[in-house]
């Protein structure tokens, strides 16, 4: 059944325009707390944000609507999505909420929802939740109407958590980390929890003030990381989204390092270590053809998924893998936690670098990137130019042409008409005439 409000993400759009509106946050909450009021216990739902204005609106709109159907609410306040995972499961929670619109500007925002086990809700929670927002739910006497608390020591326990994942035989004494958290989420907790495992912090984007959220900054714009750790003589930057959940390094050079990189050095050496689960890791479609062809040198499989961080993850529990994630940056390392985390991630990843002693530049550069080129093409809808038999051939002529040299992945947006067209292999040339030949092919039959 075709999703009307969830998206590959949650719900997400401009803030106070439909769906995104205080009156909808409330029946969201209204119908999910109705949902998950499963027993005779008394129910309760964890509610994190990041920095954007529009937080306070929907935190409180949220918790109007958990209360109303008998619900606690405990807020936690601005902390990463993964933290809100992470304590839904620790505070044996009946769900968890992140506020959030990630990577997104701050005039956008977003609800992600978390069953009681920390993951992710499944499409059929989904479907019944929407199927609750546009029925209605009935609501308590005013006896049973939940209760909102605000805690004020979640900050603690996810950086005790974090400090938990990173190996107890080593310390990150005498590195310079320059850690840009966006103006979003992770402000507190990320540069806390990296000067307590010992290294020499240098934040950035650690003011939010409601509209600066990824403004310049964070795994997006790696730009001012890439200055600061230059400039400081850094031995790593480390760049995390609005949320947390994904990240960006650099290197001491100020050469920026992609998920791909990233995933390859923990990967191999977590397979060094006998740590590696399934014999390889689970990437999307989107991940360079370089790191494939790397992974099967080291001996590794490369899983592919559709793109999505919830189709990683799916993968990996299903062929028991316990490292996947996007070229991106958001990474999922199974053994920690049940969605991306960036910061933990992040820690993986300078375990790496402080046990080969090198500098990060060697270290993290695994491969050579396959020439790659993605471009988009909008169309109007209800046009299906995908379907059309000219795109169709066109499509086939260039995967012959590039079998056994590259890939091609061409599939439509899932949040706007837009198709894109990606191709990738050996002769940059042969790359860029292939796409450019499916653009005109898609605009043509549009």
């Not at 403004?215 to 200055?227: M, W």
Request: hydrophobic share 45%.
């Amino acid at each position: 059944m075709a999703r009307k409000y969830f998206g590959t993400d949650g719900i997400r759009g401009a803030t106070n325009t439909a769906p995104m509106t205080a009156e909808m946050a409330m029946r969201v909450g209204m119908a999910a707390g109705a949902h998950f009021l499963r027993g005779d216990h008394r129910h309760r739902v964890v509610i994190g944000k990041d920095t954007r204005l529009s937080g306070y609106m929907l935190e409180n709109a949220m918790t109007a609507g958990f209360t109303s159907v008998g619900m606690d609410v405990v807020l936690v306040g601005p902390m990463p999505t993964p933290a809100v995972a992470m304590l839904t499961r620790s505070m044996r929670a009946d769900m968890g909420v992140m506020i959030s619109a990630s990577h997104n500007p701050y005039a956008d925002n977003g609800i992600k929802l978390f069953g009681p086990d920390g993951y992710k809700l499944s499409d059929a929670d989904e479907e019944a939740i929407e199927a609750l927002i546009e029925s209605g739910v009935s609501l308590v006497p005013a006896a049973e109407i939940g209760r909102a608390k605000r805690i004020e020591d979640a900050r603690g326990r996810y950086i005790h958590f974090v400090k938990s994942t990173f190996p107890d035989d080593l310390s990150l004494e005498g590195l310079k980390v320059v850690i840009d958290c966006a103006n979003g989420a992770a402000y507190q907790v990320a540069p806390a929890a990296l000067w307590e495992l010992g290294a020499e912090v240098v934040a950035v984007g650690i003011a939010p003030d409601g509209r600066n959220i990824n403004d310049g900054v964070g795994s997006t714009a790696p730009g001012k990381l890439q200055e600061t750790v230059v400039a400081t003589g850094a031995d790593i930057g480390i760049a995390l989204d609005g949320d947390a959940d994904r990240l960006i390094v650099v290197d001491e050079q100020g050469r920026v390092v992609d998920g791909d990189q990233l995933m390859a050095t923990i990967a191999t050496g977590w397979a060094r270590r006998g740590r590696l689960n399934g014999g390889g890791l689970v990437a999307t479609v989107m991940s360079n053809l370089g790191l494939e062809r790397y992974l099967a040198a080291e001996g590794l499989e490369l899983i592919r998924t559709k793109v999505g961080d919830r189709y990683v993850l799916e993968a990996m529990r299903s062929r028991g893998y316990n490292v996947g994630g996007e070229q991106s940056g958001h990474m999922i390392l199974s053994d920690y936690g049940t969605t991306g985390d960036g910061l933990v991630a992040a820690l993986q990843v300078l375990a790496e670098v402080v046990r080969d002693g090198s500098p990060a530049s060697q270290v993290l550069h695994r491969f050579d990137r396959v020439p790659q080129v993605l471009k988009n093409v909008r169309y109007e809808r209800p046009a299906k130019p995908l379907e059309a038999t000219s795109v169709i051939n066109t499509i086939a002529v260039a995967e012959r042409e590039l079998a056994g040299r590259g890939r091609l992945v061409i599939r439509p947006s899932g949040t706007e008409p837009v198709i894109r067209v990606m191709a990738e292999g050996d002769d940059a040339g042969q790359v860029t005439e292939v796409v450019d030949r499916i653009c005109d092919a898609v605009r043509a039959a549009a």
